[in-house]
């Protein structure tokens, strides 16, 4: 089976994420499972959160993927 992407977006493009969904689950069930999960973590703080977000997700099957973003259209 091909491995499965979300893409967890910011408006800040450095904070741009992306993760495989778990096999298990499916892709509507993934974006809600993110949504609440994402919903559940306090913002302590702006540097750490996305690390937060990350480590939420990581402990339900999502992981963390390297990548890079295109060069700027502008």
Same mark, same amino acid.
Request: aromatic fraction near 8%.
């Given at each position: 089976?091909? +491995? &499965?992407?979300?893409?967890?977006? @910011?408006? $800040?493009v !450095?904070?741009?994420?992306? #993760? +495989? #969904?778990?096999? $298990?689950? @499916?892709? /509507?069930?993934?974006? &809600? @499972? #993110? *949504?609440?999960?994402?919903?559940?973590?306090?913002?302590? =703080?702006?540097? &750490?959160?996305?690390? $937060? #977000?990350? $480590?939420r997700?990581?402990? /339900? !099957?999502?992981t =963390?993927?390297?990548? *890079?973003? !295109?060069?700027?259209?502008?």
């Open positions: 089976m091909a +491995t &499965r992407f979300m893409v967890l977006p @910011s408006k $800040d !450095g904070r741009i994420r992306l #993760v +495989t #969904v778990p096999e $298990d689950i @499916s892709p /509507h069930e993934a974006y &809600r @499972s #993110v *949504t609440g999960l994402i919903a559940g973590i306090e913002r302590t =703080g702006e540097d &750490r959160w996305v690390e $937060d #977000v990350l $480590d997700l990581e402990e /339900h !099957g999502f =963390g993927v390297e990548f *890079t973003l !295109g060069p700027p259209l502008d």
